[in-house]
């Protein structure tokens, strides 16, 4: 893997979604500051100057495993657990973020592209908020978590382990696809059995009681007309 640090960039995803034709190898592209950070859907994903681990990691599939729905499930299932032997409260919220205490803690952007050669090039971005403000609250509108026990970690040492994290992980759904990270997903289900609903540009798509996620990756929920089996696409959940 080539390692880039950069002080400051706009999006370490974007970074490297640009430049994936010419990609030799993969690619882990640390920002100490990202400008434009994003999230699903092009959604702004903001931070406080240096309060932030971000980091992108690109790699070749070269055959891209029948689903990769799944994927960002099972990397979000492989940090969880990676910053849960840091410390403890953090949960998975579908279908890719990381809570502590209910609260936003990281989120996880995969984007992928055809590749000239065949397969996919996979970009997986995570945001971690180490710290967080007032204002940066106010602007993203809600609470956020920060991270202060982590914060105080040596940025390397803590990178080293999320990345330890992720490298076995990706190699487990290369081999075996979602389904041993299915029931590790369940286990960390921040609203199992709690009522919630899916929006979809803000209008409620569905209601229901949110049972954990399937093979797929879709979350599976409980409602009045019987169970549905939602896939992320572009919809938001939200406690009811
Ligand atoms: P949501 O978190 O609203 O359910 P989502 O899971 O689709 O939506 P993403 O699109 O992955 O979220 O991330 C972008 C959203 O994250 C933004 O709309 C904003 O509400 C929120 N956000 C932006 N910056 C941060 C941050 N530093 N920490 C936590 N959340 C943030």
Not at 40 to 49: D, I, K, N, S, Y
């Amino acid at each position: 893997v080539d390692i880039e640090v950069v002080q400051e960039t706009g999006s370490t995803n974007a970074d490297l979604m640009s430049r994936l034709p010419l990609l030799q190898r993969p690619v882990l592209r640390v920002a100490v500051h990202q400008t434009a950070g994003r999230g699903r859907a092009g959604r702004p994903w903001l931070t406080v100057p240096g309060g932030m681990l971000t980091f992108s990691l690109a790699w070749h599939l070269p055959q891209a495993p029948q689903n990769l729905l799944g994927l960002p499930l099972a990397i979000g299932v492989a940090l969880a657990e990676c910053l849960n032997t840091l410390n403890q409260n953090v949960q998975l919220k579908w279908p890719n973020d990381i809570l502590r205490d209910g609260k936003k803690l990281a989120g996880i952007l995969l984007e992928s592209a055809a590749a000239s050669e065949g397969g996919t090039w996979i970009v997986a971005g995570i945001g971690l908020n180490l710290q967080v403000s007032d204002e940066l609250e106010a602007q993203v509108g809600r609470a956020l978590a920060d991270a202060p026990w982590l914060a105080q970690m040596d940025r390397n040492l803590l990178l080293a382990q999320l990345l330890n994290a992720l490298a076995s992980a990706l190699q487990q759904f290369a081999g075996h696809g979602f389904s041993a990270f299915l029931p590790r997903w369940n286990a960390l289900h921040a609203y199992a059995n709690q009522s919630v609903h899916i929006l979809d540009h803000g209008q409620i798509l569905h209601a229901g009681i949110a049972l954990g996620v399937d093979l797929l990756g879709c979350l599976v929920l409980q409602t009045e007309q019987g169970q549905v089996n939602v896939l992320a696409g572009d919809v938001s959940l939200r406690p009811a």
